[in-house]
């Protein structure tokens, strides 16, 4: 079966940084995304990760470790525009389509 | 840049209607997907398509069908729209498995 996990919601402060954490348990893997979706809009495509370690995109980076199921997203010098969703998806190499988690709403406070 | 043009925004239908919800892509991607957001639930997938003619059952797909004619186009039906299917319901396509898939905004779904 498939089991992704993340906290349902967050708060940080504008300029702070935040961890997101994803935990998966799933049949099979064949890479991790991370989308930012904000309310009442499509979500859009933050970053991916198909071998162990860190990749870093400006102010935004992921992790990843197979062998814990485990990812976090990491948001630094957080703005207000950053409060939204952010949905963890994993690939399944057998249909080759992704499995989302529920998403945490992240809520950036002045 | 992906384009994917989901056909309304809104929508208000009544229970026992056939409801048709239209999708378009316009980078020649190969893959498209239905899926349905409910809070708490996440995205859930309904069908997805592979290419044009073909269609594979996601997780959800009952209560649902879906019809690809042209590769830039993935339909979505209710074939007798019930209550239990008013949600948000969002189209994606991609190319190849390597890639991320890109969305269209999304249809609000209300059955009344």
């Known amino acids: 079966g498939q089991n992704i996990d993340q906290p349902t919601e967050m708060t940080a402060t504008e300029g702070a940084i935040v961890q997101i954490n994803c935990t998966y348990q799933?049949?099979?893997?064949?890479?991790l995304f991370w989308y930012q979706q904000h309310a009442g809009e499509a979500p859009t495509f933050l970053s991916y990760n198909v071998l162990d370690g860190l990749e870093e995109k400006g102010r935004f980076s992921s992790f990843l470790s197979r062998s814990k199921g485990y990812s976090y997203l990491l948001l630094k010098e957080l703005q207000m525009k950053d409060s939204a969703s952010y949905l963890c998806a994993v690939r399944d190499p057998r249909d080759n389509d992704m499995r989302f988690g529920a998403g945490t709403r992240l809520t950036v406070k002045p | 840049d992906v384009k994917v043009t989901q056909s309304s925004r809104y929508l208000v239908k009544r229970t026992g209607e056939k409801v048709f919800l239209e999708c378009v892509q316009d980078?020649?991607?190969?893959?498209m997907f239905w899926y349905r957001q409910d809070p708490g639930l996440g995205l859930r997938l309904i069908y997805f398509?592979?290419?044009?003619?073909?269609?594979e059952k996601g997780d959800i797909p009952e209560g649902y069908s879906v019809s690809r004619e042209k590769k830039e186009r993935f339909s979505l039906i209710l074939e007798s729209a019930s209550t239990n299917q008013t949600s948000m319901y969002l189209c994606a396509s991609r190319s190849n498995s390597n890639q991320p898939q890109h969305f269209g905004d999304g249809t609000r779904l209300s059955i009344l």
């Open positions: 398509s592979y290419d044009v003619k073909m269609k």
């Open positions: 799933t049949s099979g893997f064949n890479g």
């Open positions: 980078m020649d991607h190969e893959n």
